[in-house]
């Protein structure tokens, strides 16, 4: 099953005279988080994939985890500089993203900078759900 993170590249754009200024938040962020995941084991498994615009603009910067048959997640606050660590924080998230059958993240396994900026939790299409 593929995965996918989303990452935004027009988050945190800076705009003059209708022309943008230098590079956004959202391809910084896509920027460091594809320097780690050269080097990441999920590669073949889990693509990092940018989008333009999630509709989550006023908390950018904004990523989200997708596959199918398992919740979505959506998550934003996150800063165009994180750390190396922070980075690896969010890689580690979505490696427990593709471990769990129905990628379901708790809170309390969620790094810090998951647990607060999370925007939407959408369950699976294929959900059965009890009428
Ligand atoms: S510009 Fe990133 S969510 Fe809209």
């Known amino acids: 099953m593929q995965h996918t993170m989303f990452v935004c590249t027009t988050c945190a754009s800076v705009w003059e005279n209708g022309k943008l200024v230098g590079v ?26 940018p989008v333009e615009c999630m509709s989550a603009c006023n908390r950018s910067c904004v990523i989200c985890f997708t596959a199918e ?5 959506l998550f934003g606050d996150l800063s165009p500089d994180l750390s190396v660590s922070a980075i ?7 490696s427990k993203y ?11 396994e969620r790094p810090e900078l998951l647990k607060k900026g999370i925007l ?12």
């Open 24 to 49: 956004s938040g959202g391809k910084k962020l896509l920027q460091q988080l594809q320097e780690l995941y050269q080097h990441w084991e999920l590669q073949e498994e889990f693509a990092i994939a």
């Open 69 to 73: 048959s398992k919740y979505t997640y």
């Open 88 to 94: 690896a924080d969010v890689l580690e998230c979505a």
């Open 98 to 108: 593709y471990t769990h059958q129905q990628g379901l993240l708790p809170w309390a």
């Open 120 to 131: 939407a939790k959408i369950p699976p299409v294929s959900i059965s759900y009890a009428s």
